[in-house]
């Protein structure tokens, strides 16, 4: 499979699970954040924010930097900005694809009609 796809899959897989939007949310809100601190606006552990922050970094989403002790990770706005444009342009292609569809049912229709 081409990159582009797999990127793009990662991607749709990466920001389509609820959780991880709002930790989406929560960064661009915030600016930057640790996990603890995330995990003290949601209603998941902190271990489970970890695992959640590991998709967001490894798809290029979220970047972490340690801080003493702690990880702080923020957004990468780059990245996130490329993300949104390939979703809107796998939306465009599936709207496409289903008014293709819709045609060819409105066509079978008109072919066929009820009686």
């Known amino acids: 499979m081409p990159r582009g796809v797999v990127d793009t899959e990662a991607l749709v897989a990466a920001v389509t ?5 709002q930790m989406l949310d929560l960064l661009l ?3 930057e954040s640790t996990a603890t601190a995330l995990a003290g606006s ?11 922050l590991a998709v967001l970094t490894r ?9 003493g002790r ?8 780059e990245r996130l900005d490329r993300a949104t444009r390939s979703l809107g342009e796998l939306a465009a292609t599936w709207d496409q694809r289903l008014m293709r569809i819709k045609q060819i049912a409105e066509t079978a229709a008109a072919k066929h009609p009820k009686k």
């Open 17 to 21: 699970e609820p959780t991880r939007r």
């Open 70 to 77: 702690e990880m702080r990770y923020r957004l990468n706005v």
């Open 42 to 52: 949601l209603p998941i552990t902190r271990q489970a924010v970890s695992k959640q």
């Open 59 to 67: 798809v290029g989403l979220v970047e972490g930097e340690k801080s």
């Open 29 to 31: 809100e915030r600016g």
